[in-house]
């Protein structure tokens, strides 16, 4: 029986389709090992606590206040040191299951910064509880100007400040905050942060989000992680997934390579007396 092989045509409109949905995984830490962190991640800030891996669930990492306000920021680099080694160019996801162990705590993303030290990285951020007492009002931020190696928040984005009408979200339960960047140019990105409830047993909370387009960012950047603890408790971090995200224009580029060396293998099967 003769197969039925799609032309060329055929094959460029299925890549073409499918080529702005391509992505390409960077990294996933289930933290199942302690040298994922370790290995891949470099603590560049850590005051009145500790950030540890804990074997607990199958493995996490733990940030746990000691006697006062503690805060603790780590970047990814997988050549952990003072220099940052893993830069992201374009668009990007970074995901991260969380728990936070108080009230008015809070745990975020930092990118789009010069370096470690300077005050020009963004900083997507979800706090629990920002009134702090028996009461629920969680917020999401997008900061300008913040700093990685002071822990710095910067300065909050005019308009990007959400306090969302979903109360449900509370201490110690593990929920997933996503973020979003997509570089409108060198200096500015599109940025959405989702803070979603997968691991409900029941009716999972409506997804909050804030979304805003910030300006004065750098772009390769480094991307970071900060845990804030204002009082007794422990925030826990897992299942961070770094995903570099291709720009349209070079997916496409990717998908009509690769129809062009489909149509020249074609063309030298039918010379070799093939289809």
């Known amino acids: 029986m003769r197969l039925s092989i799609p032309t060329p045509l055929a094959l460029a409109w299925l890549f073409a389709a499918a080529a702005p949905m391509a992505t390409a995984q960077v990294a996933s830490f ?16 850590l005051s009145n606590g500790t950030l540890s ?9 733990e940030h746990t206040r000691s006697s006062s306000t503690t805060m603790a920021v780590w970047a990814y680099d997988t050549t952990p040191d003072a220099t940052p080694t893993n830069l992201f ?7 991260a299951d969380f728990s936070l162990g108080a009230n008015a705590s809070s745990f975020g993303v930092y990118f789009g910064g010069e370096d470690r030290t300077s005050a020009t990285s963004a900083l997507a951020l979800f706090n629990m509880n920002i ?44 929920y997933r905050l996503t973020l979003q960047v997509s570089y409108v140019s060198a200096t500015s ?19 909050i989000s804030v979304t805003g387009t910030l300006i004065g960012l ?32 070079t997916a496409a580029m990717l998908g009509g390579l690769i129809v062009l060396g489909i149509a020249a293998w074609r063309r030298r099967a039918r010379r070799r007396g093939g289809w």
Request: charged share 15%; aromatic share 8%.
């Open 30 to 45: 289930d933290f199942s090992e302690a040298s994922q962190f370790s290995d891949n991640f470099k603590t560049v800030l």
């Open 53 to 61: 891996y804990s074997t607990t669930a199958g493995g996490r990492l």
């Open 89 to 95: 160019g374009g668009s990007f996801e970074v995901e």
């Open 131 to 174: 009134a702090g007492g028996t009461g629920t009002s969680e917020q999401l931020r997008l900061f300008t100007g913040g700093s990685v190696s002071a822990g710095g928040s910067g300065t909050a984005s005019a308009g990007n400040t959400v306090i969302p009408t979903e109360t449900g979200y509370v201490t110690n339960t593990l």
């Open 189 to 207: 990105a599109d940025v959405t942060l989702t803070v979603s409830d997968p691991y409900a047993t029941g009716a999972a909370l409506t997804p």
């Open 218 to 249: 750098t772009s390769p950047t480094e991307i970071a992680f900060r845990s804030y603890l204002p009082t007794a408790g422990t925030n826990v971090i897992d299942n961070i997934v770094i995903t570099a995200i291709p720009e349209p224009a």
